[in-house]
């Protein structure tokens, strides 16, 4: 393990709890998680692709081409988890629920669901005092009054510093009007959000031979960041971080694509007539690239120097944050209790954008989120 003033923290890693499984299991329509006989592992089923593939395979295991991803242990063991900070000498996790975290759970059943989940969070972090903490997770399609008392509820949980939530917010994405007060309740407690990808593009885009010739590399790889992308663009254009200047968010996959294409969203605001006569254009609007620097955080998940180098660049060395993407993406050709590429690639990406042992590859592998997320134990 690192030393104290070297810590290394994982602030993108998810776990399903048990009642998240349960649930999962409960399914028959994505997102859900399913056994098929002589298959060795559940396989986790959420993207649309995958259903359609579940659709036709129906229960014939035989074939090699299973939809979706292995249930491992690395899902829901917090003894794995463990291990794999060990193994990769991560201090400290910040887990979160992956997607679609609970934004398909009927309304009525949405608000407990969150408690037991967050609790479930809440119980694995205080067995490993100092080395978990959590984003939790917001009962998204509950009413309103149940969604902001589970705002209070997580503020009081001690390993709690944010939540995660998708783009798809209320069901109207990040611009509706009507999730003002759930980010003014967020802000006004100190909670973070970090901000996931799951819904990504229209599947029509990645056109007829994706989902048999591709696997999930369309979706993953360019639905994903272009999604997160454009939720904050549609949050910065309708104005929510004026709104709620104190909000703070925690972009995954290093902001998408919002650092590489922060200039060319100014130059369409600039350059569009309507928004212009409007006055919003006026002087003392903030610009994309303060918002990325003032209110905005970005995980450095993005496997190579290149993309690194650009979130540096938009955000700041003191606002990019360490992660792995864990349990997602397992090592293919090797033991999955060794190295994981996730690790090894994000790590190195830091080491070549900023230098091995510098003050600002500390900063990103750890130091930032100590300070940032407020990782001590007290
Ligand atoms: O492999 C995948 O589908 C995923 C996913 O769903 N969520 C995530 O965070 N990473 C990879």
């Not at 060990?86 to 669901?113: C, M, Q, R, Y």
């Not at 120097?305 to 650009?310: D, H, I, S, Y």
């Not at 033991?335 to 900063?363: C, H, P, T």
Request: aromatic share 8%; hydrophobic share 40%.
């Amino acid at each position: 393990m690192s030393t104290s003033s070297s810590r290394v923290v994982d602030v993108h890693t998810h776990m399903y709890p048990p009642r998240y499984v349960e649930l999962l299991e409960s399914r028959d329509t994505i997102p859900l998680i399913r056994k098929f006989p002589g298959a060795e592992d559940p396989r986790y089923i959420i993207l649309p692709a995958e259903a359609e593939s579940l659709k036709n395979i129906g229960d014939d295991a035989s074939s090699s081409h299973l939809p979706g991803r292995p249930v491992t242990s690395h899902y829901s063991s917090l003894k794995q988890k463990i291990h794999f900070m060990d193994t990769h000498k991560i201090d400290i996790s910040v887990i979160s629920l992956a997607n679609p975290w609970l934004d398909f759970v009927a309304s009525e059943e949405a608000g407990e669901t969150a408690k037991t989940v967050n609790q479930e969070f809440s119980s694995m972090c205080a067995e490993y005092p100092g080395r978990l903490f959590f984003f939790a997770t917001l009962p998204l399609t509950a009413p309103t009054d149940v969604l902001l008392s589970s705002i209070e509820n997580v503020k009081n949980l001690k390993y709690c510093r944010g939540v995660i939530l998708g783009t798809s917010g209320l069901g109207k994405g990040l611009d509706d009007p009507n999730l003002l007060p759930v980010f003014k309740a967020l802000a006004a407690n100190n909670l973070l959000i970090f901000l996931h990808p799951h819904y990504g593009l229209p599947s029509e885009v990645w056109g007829p031979r994706a989902t048999e010739e591709y696997g999930h590399v369309l979706p993953l790889a360019l639905g994903f960041p272009l999604e997160t992308t454009i939720a904050v663009a549609r949050m910065y254009l309708a104005g929510v971080f004026e709104q709620v200047p104190s909000l703070r968010m925690l972009l995954a996959h290093s902001g998408g694509t919002l650092p590489f294409l922060a200039g060319r969203i100014e130059s369409c605001i600039v350059h569009d007539g309507h928004l212009v006569r409007e006055g919003k254009v006026g002087p003392g609007r903030r610009t994309i690239w303060e918002i990325l620097k003032e209110q905005v955080y970005l995980d450095a998940v993005i496997y190579s120097e290149v993309g690194l180098k650009a979130a540096i660049e938009a955000s700041g060395v003191d606002r990019l944050m360490f992660g792995t993407d864990h349990p997602f993406f397992p090592p293919l050709g090797s033991d999955e209790q060794g190295v994981w590429e996730s690790m090894s690639w994000n790590r190195e990406a830091v080491e070549k954008a900023l230098g091995v042992g510098s003050e600002g590859m500390e900063r990103v592998m750890g130091g930032n989120a100590v300070e940032i997320l407020r990782l001590r134990e007290d």
